[in-house]
């Protein structure tokens, strides 16, 4: 009996000598052959992979010109393990690479708790700082190779974007960056960042218990060199854009200029705008957030994001539309008793002759005109009610690119505002008719555009119904051709036979008698219309559209100039010496230019006080008003 038991422990001892072999020998082969994560420590002790930067893709204007560059600088890595500690002497390390002692131990503080892991300590340095440092052999430190980017024309601030570090919540939404990536931010930068980022490389390194560097592992082996990133050859002329950044100082809006013919944006100018050298280097924190407390807001991009009554501009489309459902010729006149009135609804006008066609409605930029022609859209005996004659007027002006994306390449773009029938059944309760709208006939009420969605309508009328989404990009370093989308010509639901009257009535308007004429050029038929929003909050918003010649035309832009008064008082100065300039390569009218560069305009919602020669601004602005009133105006 007492054999059998003594038998039964020893079978039982056995077993569970073999289960813990079992289990250690799992365990052991488990490591070896599964899990890597003691080898990749092991290799840590002997092994430094260093990330190889690719220098990012370059930006040229349409000519060949340098918009973007990169130049060579280094970060400073450190990893605490390796760190000397007796031997280290901060004093030195601070001097050579004028760091700040406070920000050195902050981040020698923050590298020790994760002691093998590289740790960031300053960015931005200069290849002269980088040879100093090489010759003191600070061990525990190294430099990575990297570049930045650099502005040769001080221009583009909004439409070329920046490039800024990878935060926590970059990382998170995209995996593939990791920390000590940079990311494109905004503009070109960001809409083309997988183009202009290029391919990481390795550089493996053996180093021996003390940090120092040995030399290469298995001779370069297993190293891989970055892929440099892709050069961009944009569609904006550099010498436009500098020229509509310097027109536009002193000012609160946006220019925009686009070749009809292609979709390509000559020009975006957003002011007011930045050095984008002043978001690169040590200095990039600070400049930054003074820019965020800028209540001018030089970071927003109004010409794609900001949503502006488009005023008399879009008496165009008003046209237009009329002319295709029916309800309106090219001959139909119409009278204006200074302005249109029904029942006790007046909406006054400025003085000019009556009654008028179509033509020198426009050229005139009648509001009384616009408004028979809105009503007459929306009471259209074909639809059954004013609501659903609403929806049709809607769906045209959609047609035109407003109230939606154009789907250009920047991603910041903003859709507009159309406001639908919803909206005014919920203002009104449901109770509203053509009069009660009749402020979007003038494009007022709750119409929203931005800048560049102008631009495209002076691009649409100068192709006589049909335009290419805009783009700022001509060129892709290895590609063939662009984004298929960029070619497809998009027609509105307006007839091109429709266009003529409006091209037509234009042209009068700059050349024959209406509110344009200053912005005639000689040699040349310019087509223009100003527009003049009203603001609730200060003086009225100056517009103009306009694009040139009349025929095969090279260019169409629009200004939107926030608080300028008379759509001729402060736009159309600005988009006609920028027409001047791109068609002849020069600017033949002094006063004009120095007026427009005088210009300062105090805007109350972001200026705390009005500053010295703000007020002479405003002097040169009435002067000028006083000009374009008896050129015309439109209100």
């Given at each position: 009996?007492?054999?059998?038991e003594?038998?039964?422990?020893?079978?039982?001892?056995?077993?569970?000598?073999?289960?813990?072999?079992?289990?250690i020998?799992?365990?052991l082969?488990?490591?070896?052959?599964?899990?890597?994560?003691?080898g990749d420590?092991?290799?840590?002790?002997v092994?430094?992979?260093?990330?190889?930067?690719?220098?990012r893709?370059?930006?040229?204007d349409?000519?060949?010109?340098?918009?973007?560059?990169s130049?060579?600088?280094?970060?400073?890595?450190?990893?605490s393990?390796?760190?000397?500690?007796?031997?280290?002497?901060?004093?030195?390390?601070?001097?050579?690479?004028?760091?700040?002692?406070v920000?050195?131990?902050r981040?020698?503080?923050?590298?020790?708790?994760r002691?093998r892991?590289?740790r960031?300590?300053?960015?931005?340095i200069?290849?002269?700082d980088?040879?100093?440092f090489?010759?003191?052999?600070?061990?525990?430190?190294y430099?990575?190779?990297r570049t930045?980017?650099?502005?040769?024309?001080?221009?583009g601030g909004?439409?070329?974007?920046?490039v800024?570090?990878v935060?926590?919540?970059y990382l998170?939404?995209?995996p593939?960056?990791?920390?000590?990536?940079?990311?494109?931010?905004g503009?070109?930068e960001?809409?083309?960042?997988?183009?202009?980022?290029?391919?990481k490389?390795?550089?493996?390194?053996?180093?021996?218990?003390?940090?120092?560097?040995?030399?290469?592992?298995?001779?370069?082996?297993?190293?891989?060199l970055?892929?440099?990133g892709?050069y961009?050859?944009?569609?904006i002329?550099?010498r436009?854009q500098?020229?509509?950044?310097?027109?536009?100082r002193?000012k609160v809006?946006?220019?925009?200029?686009?070749?009809?013919?292609?979709?390509?944006?000559l020009?975006?100018?957003?002011?007011?705008?930045?050095?984008?050298?002043?978001l690169?280097?040590?200095?990039?924190?600070?400049?930054?957030?003074?820019?965020?407390?800028?209540?001018r807001?030089?970071?927003f991009?109004?010409?794609v994001?900001?949503?502006y009554?488009?005023g008399?501009?879009?008496?165009l489309?008003q046209?237009?539309i009329?002319?295709?459902?029916?309800?309106?010729?090219?001959?139909?006149?119409?009278?204006?008793?200074?302005?249109?009135?029904?029942?006790?609804?007046?909406?006054?006008c400025h003085?000019?002759?009556s009654?008028?066609?179509l033509?020198?409605?426009?050229?005139?930029?009648?509001?009384?005109?616009f408004?028979?022609?809105?009503?007459d859209?929306?009471d259209?005996p074909?639809?059954e009610?004013?609501?659903?004659?609403y929806?049709?007027?809607?769906?045209?002006?959609e047609?035109f690119?407003?109230?939606r994306?154009?789907?250009s390449?920047?991603?910041?773009?903003?859709?507009?505002?159309?406001p639908?029938r919803?909206?005014?059944?919920?203002q009104?309760r449901g109770?509203?008719n053509?009069l009660?709208?009749?402020?979007?006939?003038?494009?007022?009420?709750?119409l929203?555009?931005?800048?560049?969605?102008?631009?495209?309508l002076?691009?649409i009328?100068?192709?006589?119904?049909?335009?290419?989404?805009?783009h700022?990009?001509?060129?892709i370093?290895?590609?063939?051709?662009?984004?298929?989308?960029?070619y497809?010509?998009?027609?509105?639901?307006v007839?091109p036979?429709?266009?003529?009257?409006?091209?037509?009535?234009?042209?009068?308007?700059?050349?024959?008698?209406?509110?344009?004429?200053?912005?005639?050029?000689?040699?040349?038929?310019?087509?223009g219309?100003?527009g003049?929003?009203?603001?609730?909050?200060?003086r009225?918003?100056s517009?103009?559209?306009?694009f040139?010649?009349?025929?095969?035309?090279?260019?169409a832009?629009?200004v939107y100039v926030?608080n300028?008064?008379?759509?001729?008082?402060?736009a159309?100065?600005?988009?006609?010496?920028?027409?001047e300039y791109?068609?002849t390569?020069?600017?033949?009218?002094?006063?004009?230019?120095?007026?427009v560069?005088?210009l300062?305009?105090y805007?109350?919602a972001?200026?705390?006080?009005q500053?010295?020669?703000?007020?002479?601004?405003r002097q040169e602005?009435?002067?000028?008003?006083?000009?374009?009133?008896?050129?015309g105006?439109?209100?």
């Amino acid at each position: 009996m007492r054999d059998s038991e003594g038998f039964g422990r020893m079978r039982t001892l056995q077993v569970v000598v073999l289960l813990v072999f079992a289990l250690i020998i799992g365990r052991l082969a488990y490591i070896q052959l599964i899990d890597s994560r003691y080898g990749d420590l092991a290799r840590a002790n002997v092994l430094r992979h260093v990330v190889q930067y690719p220098p990012r893709g370059e930006v040229f204007d349409r000519n060949g010109e340098y918009l973007v560059q990169s130049r060579e600088c280094y970060d400073l890595m450190v990893i605490s393990s390796e760190i000397d500690k007796r031997g280290f002497d901060t004093a030195r390390l601070c001097e050579v690479l004028n760091l700040p002692r406070v920000k050195l131990e902050r981040e020698l503080a923050n590298a020790r708790m994760r002691p093998r892991a590289p740790r960031l300590v300053m960015s931005y340095i200069s290849k002269e700082d980088k040879l100093r440092f090489d010759e003191c052999n600070f061990r525990g430190f190294y430099a990575v190779y990297r570049t930045v980017r650099q502005y040769p024309r001080e221009v583009g601030g909004n439409l070329l974007g920046y490039v800024s570090e990878v935060n926590a919540d970059y990382l998170k939404r995209h995996p593939d960056y990791k920390i000590g990536d940079y990311v494109g931010m905004g503009g070109v930068e960001s809409a083309y960042e997988p183009e202009l980022r290029g391919r990481k490389g390795v550089k493996i390194q053996e180093i021996d218990t003390h940090g120092a560097i040995k030399g290469s592992y298995m001779n370069g082996r297993y190293d891989s060199l970055p892929d440099p990133g892709r050069y961009l050859v944009s569609t904006i002329d550099a010498r436009l854009q500098l020229l509509g950044e310097e027109l536009m100082r002193g000012k609160v809006g946006a220019a925009v200029a686009i070749e009809p013919s292609t979709g390509e944006i000559l020009m975006m100018v957003s002011s007011p705008t930045y050095d984008p050298d002043q978001l690169v280097g040590r200095d990039r924190g600070n400049n930054y957030m003074e820019m965020l407390r800028n209540k001018r807001q030089p970071l927003f991009n109004r010409a794609v994001r900001a949503a502006y009554p488009p005023g008399s501009t879009f008496k165009l489309v008003q046209g237009l539309i009329g002319l295709q459902e029916g309800v309106l010729r090219p001959s139909d006149l119409h009278s204006c008793h200074m302005g249109y009135q029904a029942g006790r609804l007046k909406m006054a006008c400025h003085s000019h002759a009556s009654p008028l066609d179509l033509r020198f409605a426009v050229a005139t930029s009648c509001n009384a005109y616009f408004c028979y022609v809105f009503r007459d859209i929306l009471d259209n005996p074909r639809y059954e009610s004013v609501k659903e004659g609403y929806d049709v007027w809607k769906s045209y002006v959609e047609s035109f690119g407003f109230g939606r994306k154009l789907g250009s390449d920047f991603l910041d773009e903003r859709n507009g505002y159309v406001p639908d029938r919803a909206f005014y059944d919920r203002q009104y309760r449901g109770s509203w008719n053509s009069l009660t709208v009749l402020s979007l006939s003038i494009g007022q009420d709750a119409l929203g555009c931005t800048p560049l969605q102008l631009a495209n309508l002076a691009a649409i009328v100068a192709n006589r119904g049909y335009y290419y989404i805009p783009h700022i990009v001509k060129k892709i370093e290895g590609r063939d051709s662009l984004d298929a989308r960029f070619y497809e010509r998009h027609y509105t639901k307006v007839d091109p036979k429709h266009f003529e009257p409006i091209v037509e009535g234009m042209w009068r308007g700059v050349n024959v008698g209406g509110t344009s004429t200053l912005a005639r050029l000689d040699g040349w038929d310019v087509c223009g219309k100003t527009g003049t929003a009203e603001n609730p909050r200060g003086r009225d918003h100056s517009t103009f559209l306009s694009f040139a010649p009349k025929d095969n035309p090279k260019i169409a832009i629009s200004v939107y100039v926030e608080n300028g008064g008379f759509g001729a008082s402060a736009a159309l100065p600005i988009a006609s010496l920028l027409e001047e300039y791109y068609l002849t390569d020069t600017i033949r009218r002094p006063a004009m230019l120095e007026y427009v560069k005088n210009l300062n305009i105090y805007y109350p919602a972001y200026d705390k006080c009005q500053t010295p020669g703000v007020l002479s601004g405003r002097q040169e602005l009435a002067e000028w008003d006083a000009v374009a009133e008896r050129a015309g105006t439109d209100t």
